[in-house]
Structures are given as structure tokens and as C-alpha cells.
């Protein structure tokens, strides 16, 4: 019998929809049963493509026995933590406060009013029953002290929401971004690649500062520490070698066993990752990765309206990584003759062993080493992995696949038009291009309202919950990019209109950054509870650093100083951090790097502006605006700037131009 998660949106909440247990979303109506009962709740946090969420799923919710402790002593919620991150950052708080350290399932205790008391992760089906009857005893026999307790938590949640000003406001120089750099440096792990630790996660932002890094410094020791990684992984199990895609993280260093669940974010930020380094490099192995990303984007998490999905499953038939394994003999017979051949090109029973006799396709040589090797041309391995990847696919297609997580969610697809607005700009290809003005207009359409706010998430024809600071964010710099590759100023003025409704709902009143809930927030509840300040750049940069970005390039455009300016603070406020902890604050340093070495706005007028402008596109120049228009603009930057029957291509910084130019080989940027 269904509880009341049927009546929800979301894959992971209705993957509870038939627990025994009597779950509510999460809402007043949950609350309130608390405080009419007098007993605590379970907040449960997950997300669809979580392994141990469905292993904690099966395992205790259920199970009628348990299920039934549940309902008899707690209200029971469950919360998907990418619909509702202001939520999950809230409870995940709580319980790195008593853990020092989170992860999911997440689960936590709390008080009728939510403030948390207590709280883990995964649970053993023995322990989660001792859990659950301690604590209800707790709940009714030393209330006194669960109270003490949730006060000091919610202190502490509080506390972690407070940014200190600096005891000195000193301007960004140069050794801002060399004291970063030299500090990331030390984490680097040079000899596989990524940084250094027995888990590895992507974390593009961090590589995109690198690059930055690079482009302005010339170090080599950044670009060989870019390529190892960029190699690595794309060689890795982590990288779906048949059907493209990237997996969430690697279990090991060797980047062989992903975490199998594909997210929808990774892929765009790496497709954005691969394609600015390609640029860089003219390595075609870059360009066939961005490929072979989009190829899975396409086929797998794609919308018929052009929006994108959030997630594959890691799990097929509750297993992990079952639909992506391979064992030796399915390759003797699928393609007998080349077996052995195939077998040493993608590590089967050597490098790519995994355990109970199953493979993760990797490749331990470049084809270029592999071709040497083997004595073949670079064409004959070409047309044989073709051939084999195609069986190997046709194949695997017939296997259960995993499930998909089919909520569209705005900041992930602001981050995928972005990733294929980069790979545009890099290559001039229409089809990419088309993708990203595809899903910017279902994104406008559907999930952005005539006033400039934003819905999180969209699902069979429904947008619901009102945005977070990263689906402002994301959105507005995904409409930046989208205006260097086709130079329409209506993704300027959205942008900016996005702009200014976080200037004026998202501010803090004693701090240049923005709060990650609006004021008007759907859950007032969440308010009281905290109001979440998020900072740092983990697998998705914060909201806070995207901001200080699409400030610093919607005040050149516009010639806005005040954006420039709150942008500039953001940056100085944050350069502590940046330089203590730059491992997670990879976009500021891109920022930071951005405003120290002064950002440059080419502006091209007349007949041959559009052309020249895209010629522009060949190259990478991160700290490089492009603005260019044909006939008359409102925008200012082109104000007094057409001259009849000439193309002008004027470089201008902090809104002073230099004499124009009429041949791009003239232009110095």
C-alpha cells in the first residue's frame, strides 16, 4: 500500500512510495503531526543514483518489523537532496558537527520544531533498530537532554553560516594566485594523475584553475599536471570507454573502479574541461572525449523538450556496476578472432580486473603506444575498436539497465548549455551549438518566469521549488556563454535580469556574498533553522564564486561598476581561503585570476563583426570577453563604436578602449 510519497515528482522519493514505512515529504503537514504527536522525526536524505541509499531501502524501510518502530515512535520524512539542497546542507551539517565527517543515506534525529539532535549515515538493518529504539527512549525519558544537545547543534549549524570579514582588506595581486597555485601543487599526485588520495573525484574546477593558471604563468609544470590528469582519466574506469560518460568518482587512485552512477553535472562541467584544454593542447584525444561525453548526453539524458535528466543508476538488478562489466570469455565469444588483441587494448584479466571475474574496461595505452605495440596503423586500431565497441554496446544494450533519474534540475542544466556553449565556441559545431540553444529555451520556457525566478526542478510538464543561488548563478553564466557563441544580446539581458533579482533576494547585509536561499524561500521552517552560506567549490562550483564571475563579465558588457566592484569584494573576502584551501575553491581562483590580471572585452562592429569574432573562438583566452554586432546595439560597451562600411575591432579594459584595429592580426589580446 502506497504512502504519501506517491503523489511526488521526484525517482528517489517515489523509490519509497511503497516502504511500509508511513513517509511524508517534507512540509508542514510533517511538522505539524510532530508537535500534535510529541514525537521526533526521521529526516532520511538521498538521491536516486546513491548505492547504499538502496542498499539502506532494501535492507530496513522495507522491512515490515522495522518499518513499524518507525511509524510507532517518529514521523518519518524523506528528502531527495537535489530538489531540496538547502535542506540536505542543513542535516548534513548536523552530523559533520558530530561526526566530522557526512555522506548518504543521511540520516537524522530531530525535534517536532527540526532541530537535529543526532544523525549518521548508512545503517546496518541491527544497528538502525537499536538507533531507532534508544533514541525514542531518549526522546521520552531525557528530553532535557536531547534539548541541550539540539541547541548546541543548531548553534553550531548557525555558526557555519556566519562569513567573517577579514581582519584586512587587502587588493588581489599576483601572489594571490601563485601562493594558491603553489599550495594546490602540493597535492598534486604525479604520478596518476588528479590529487593525491585513495578516492578521486574530478573536480573540474579545480583543473579549469590549473589551466587559467597555465595560460597565465606559461608553467609548464600546470600543463603536464592537466594533461596526466586529463589522461588518466579519460583511459580510466571512470570513463565509460563503450558508451562515454563519466562515472561520479573513482573508488581508487588508479582511477579503474568508479562509484558506477553517472550525474549529469560531472559530465558538463567535463565537457566544458576537456574542450578548453583541447584548445590549449590541439590534442585530438580531448576533442574525441567531449565527443563521446555529448554521445552518452545525447543517448541516455537528453528530454524529447531538450532539457536534460539528472542521473544514471549505479545499480542494475541491485547490483553495482553489473550493466558496465565485462568477463574474458564474453569477449572470446563476441569477437572471437580479436579477443586477445581487444583483451590487452582495454586491460581485461591485467589492468582492468575488478573482482569475481569481472573487468572494467580501461586502457592502459594511448592508441598511439597501443598501435606501436601491436604493430598496427593508427587506422586499422581505429576501425577494430569501432567494430568492437559497436558489438560490445549491441550487447550490453541487452542487459538490465539502470535507472534513470528523470527530474530536469535548472543549475545542472545551465552547467550541461554551458559545457556544450564551450565545446561550440572551441570547435565550431552546429549540432553542439544546437543542443545548447535547445535546452536554453526549454530552460527560459519552462522553468524561468517572466519576472526572472527560477524553479529547481521540472518534471512531465510540472516546475516546482523556488530556486537556490546556483540556479541563478549557473543559469546566468550559461547565458554569457551562450552570448560569446552567438552574439544574440538576449542572453545578455536575461542574464542580467537574473542578475539583479539575486542582487536584490539572495544579499547579506554585513558581506559582499549572497545567502544560498532566498528570502522568500518555499520552507520557512528551513529559514529559521539556517539560512546557508555555501562558499566553497566542490564537484559543482558554489553559487557564491559563479556569481563573483558573471558579475565581473555582465560589468564589462554593461559597463555596471557596482557589478564589478561587489565582485572585486567577493574576491578579496574569499583570497584567505583561496590561498589556504585552493583544492576547494577552484573557480575562485579562475575568478580571483580573472580580476588580477585585468579582464579584456573585445568589441567588434559592422558588416564582418560576427565573423570575426567567431575566428576569435579558435583559440583559448580565458580572461578574454568577445562582444560583437552588426548594426546598432543598445548595449553600452558598443556605444560610439560603428564606423560606415568598416569592421573595427577595439580592445578595451575597465571600459577604456585602444584605438581600434580593422585586421584581427593587428589585435593584441
Known amino acids: 500500500m502506497a504512502n504519501r510519497l506517491i503523489n511526488e515528482t521526484s525517482p528517489y522519493l517515489l523509490q519509497h512510495a511503497e516502504n511500509p514505512v508511513d513517509w511524508y515529504p517534507y512540509g508542514p503537514e510533517a511538522l505539524e503531526q510532530a508537535k500534535k504527536r510529541d514525537c521526533p522525526i526521521i529526516i532520511s536524505i538521498g538521491y536516486s543514483a546513491c548505492h547504499w541509499c538502496h542498499v539502506m531501502e532494501h535492507e530496513s524501510f522495507s522491512v515490515p518489523d522495522i518499518a513499524e518502530i518507525m511509524n510507532k515512535n517518529f514521523v518519518c520524512i524523506k528528502v531527495d537532496r537535489e530538489e531540496r539542497p538547502d535542506i540536505d546542507q542543513i542535516y548534513l551539517n548536523a552530523v559533520q558537527l558530530l561526526h566530522g565527517q557526512g555522506g548518504w543515506p543521511l540520516n537524522a ?21 537499536d538507533v531507532l ?38 587588493p588581489l595581486n599576483n601572489n594571490v594566485i601563485q601562493d594558491a597555485f603553489d599550495q594546490l601543487a602540493h597535492k598534486f599526485d604525479k604520478d596518476l594523475g588528479g590529487t593525491i588520495g585513495g578516492i578521486k573525484f574530478p573536480m573540474p574546477s579545480i583543473w579549469e584553475f590549473v589551466l587559467n593558471y597555465h595560460y597565465i604563468s606559461q608553467s609548464g609544470k600546470a600543463l603536464d599536471q592537466l594533461k596526466l590528469t586529463l589522461d588518466k582519466m579519460m583511459r580510466g574506469g571512470i570513463f565509460d570507454q563503450l558508451g562515454g560518460g563519466f562515472a561520479r568518482y573513482s573508488t581508487d587512485r588508479e582511477w579503474k573502479v568508479p562509484h558506477f552512477e553517472k550525474m549529469l553535472y560531472d559530465n558538463a562541467q567535463l565537457a566544458a574541461l576537456y574542450a578548453n584544454s583541447y584548445l590549449v593542447t590541439g590534442d585530438q584525444n580531448y576533442l574525441a572525449t567531449v565527443s563521446k561525453i555529448f554521445d552518452f548526453i545525447d543517448k541516455e539524458l537528453t528530454s524529447d523538450e531538450g532539457g536534460f535528466f539528472s542521473a544514471l543508476d549505479a545499480d542494475s538488478e541491485g547490483i553495482e556496476g553489473l550493466y558496465y562489466v565485462w568477463k574474458k570469455q564474453e569477449l572470446i565469444d563476441l569477437l572471437p578472432e580479436y579477443s586477445e588483441l581487444l583483451s590487452r587494448y582495454w586491460g581485461i584479466e591485467k589492468q582492468g580486473y575488478w573482482e569475481d571475474g569481472v ?110 543561488l546556483d540556479d541563478y548563478a549557473f543559469a546566468a553564466e ?22 539583479d533579482r539575486v542582487l536584490r533576494d539572495f544579499s547579506q547585509s554585513d558581506s559582499p556574498m549572497f545567502w544560498y536561499m532566498a528570502e522568500d524561500s518555499d520552507d520557512k521552517n528551513v529559514l529559521k533553522l539556517s539560512r546557508i552560506l555555501e562558499t566553497t567549490d566542490g564537484v559543482e562550483p558554489s553559487g557564491n564564486s559563479v556569481m563573483a564571475w558573471v558579475l565581473l563579465a555582465l560589468g564589462q558588457y554593461f559597463e555596471n561598476n557596482d557589478y564589478i566592484s561587489r565582485s572585486e569584494q567577493m574576491c578579496i573576502y574569499i583570497q584567505k581561503n583561496l590561498i589556504a584551501y585552493p583544492n576547494f575553491h577552484g573557480y575562485w581562483g579562475s575568478v580571483t585570476a580573472s580580476h588580477v590580471q585585468g579582464i579584456s572585452l573585445v568589441a567588434i562592429t559592422g558588416r564582418s563583426a560576427v565573423e570575426y569574432a567567431r575566428r576569435l573562438h579558435n583559440t583559448y583566452h580565458p580572461n578574454t570577453l568577445l562582444a560583437a554586432a552588426v548594426s546598432q546595439s543598445e548595449l553600452p560597451v558598443f556605444y560610439n563604436k560603428f564606423k560606415d562600411n568598416k569592421t573595427l575591432i577595439y580592445k578595451c579594459i575597465n571600459h577604456t578602449c585602444e584605438a581600434p584595429v580593422e585586421r584581427l592580426e593587428d589585435l593584441n589580446i
Open 359 to 468: 573487468n572494467v574496461l580501461v586502457r592502459p595505452y594511448t592508441d598511439d603506444q597501443f598501435a606501436q605495440i601491436e604493430h598496427l596503423s593508427a587506422e586499422e586500431l581505429r576501425q577494430l575498436v569501432n567494430m568492437a565497441s559497436k558489438v560490445l554496446l549491441n550487447e550490453r544494450n541487452k542487459r538490465t539497465k539502470p535507472s534513470l533519474d528523470d527530474k530536469i534540475i535548472a543549475s545542472w542544466n545551465a552547467l550541461m548549455i554551458k559545457g556544450y556553449a564551450v565545446a561550440a565556441i572551441a570547435t565550431h559545431n552546429n549540432r553542439w551549438e544546437e543542443s545548447a540553444l535547445k535546452a536554453a529555451d526549454f530552460l527560459t520556457n519552462n522553468m524561468i518566469g517572466e519576472n526572472g525566478k527560477i524553479l529547481r526542478t521540472w518534471k512531465n510538464g510540472v516546475a516546482k521549488i523556488n530556486g537556490f
Open 478 to 499: 550559461a547565458f554569457i556563454y551562450l552570448y560569446n557563441l552567438t552574439f544574440d544580446e538576449a542572453w545578455l539581458l536575461k542574464a542580467r535580469e537574473l542578475t
Open 109 to 129: 534525529f530531530a525535534l517536532p520544531d527540526g532541530r537535529p539532535f543526532w544523525g549518521g549515515t548508512y545503517f546496518r538493518p541491527d544497528q538502525w533498530k
Open 133 to 170: 529504539q534508544q533514541l525514542s527512549d531518549m526522546y521520552k525519558q531525557n528530553y532535557e537532554e536531547l534539548l541541550t544537545q539540539a541547541e548546541r547543534i543548531h548553534s553550531g549549524i548557525k555558526s557555519m553560516s556566519v562569513f567573517d570579514a577579514p581582519r584586512e582588506l587587502k
